[in-house]
């Protein structure tokens, strides 16, 4: 893997918003005009309780003075779960309609997305486990489009690290594809080298 991984803070995460959204409409194949819809949403999500997030920039082609980063390829991001968020209420209607409910204690992994042109390296995997890594909730739960056979690189990911179903096909309000909801318990298990 030739790139770097950095914690960002709320604030660097504002800054880097142009790029993180751009790397966001590649992966998922959206139209770039997504970005300006998006940006609102991204920023109160750097507002939240226990938000926290990663990313990996290419290293700087050449450095003079001090640190530098190169672009930004990919994106990590995520908050602790409460009542009010959408995606909350979302996977709540969806549960209840199963007799079940959400974990008290989780941490909802909202983005995590790795340009087109980077996939394949292992970046999502590193930015997902420096996520995890320092989360304090029971739980980790996310949401996917579903894929025929589970057949891409977010499926391969969230499988090999043991995410099992908690809803499939399920629809999101204002999105007509069906979603995968996982989750699986943390702490991860410590990476083997």
């Known amino acids: 893997m030739d790139t770097v991984i950095t914690r960002l803070d709320a604030a660097d995460f504002r800054d880097r918003l142009p790029e993180a959204l751009g790397v966001y409409v590649d992966a998922m194949g959206y139209p770039p005009q997504v970005i300006r819809s998006r940006a609102a949403a991204w920023l109160e999500h750097s507002r939240r309780a226990g938000w926290s997030g990663f990313a990996a920039f290419e290293p700087p082609r050449r450095r003079l003075l001090g640190p530098a980063r190169g672009p930004l390829v990919a994106i990590c991001y995520g908050y602790r779960g409460a009542p009010g968020q959408w995606w909350y209420e979302q996977v709540s209607r969806g549960l209840r309609d199963r007799q079940r409910e959400l974990p ?28 995890l890594a320092e989360r304090t909730e029971g ?5 996917t489009p ?19 179903d908690v809803l499939r096909s399920h629809r999101f309000d204002g999105d007509a594809r069906p979603f995968a909801v996982l989750s699986r318990s ?5 990476q083997e080298s």
Request: proline share 5%.
């Open 104 to 131: 008290a204690d989780y941490v909802e992994l909202t983005e995590l997305h790795v340009s087109p042109s980077h996939q394949g390296r292992g970046i999502g995997s590193a930015l997902l486990r420096n996520f």
């Open 139 to 143: 739980t980790v739960m996310l949401s």
């Open 146 to 164: 579903e894929v025929e056979n589970e057949s891409n690189g977010a499926w391969r990911l969230y499988r090999s690290l043991g995410f099992g």
């Open 186 to 190: 943390l702490p991860l298990p410590e």
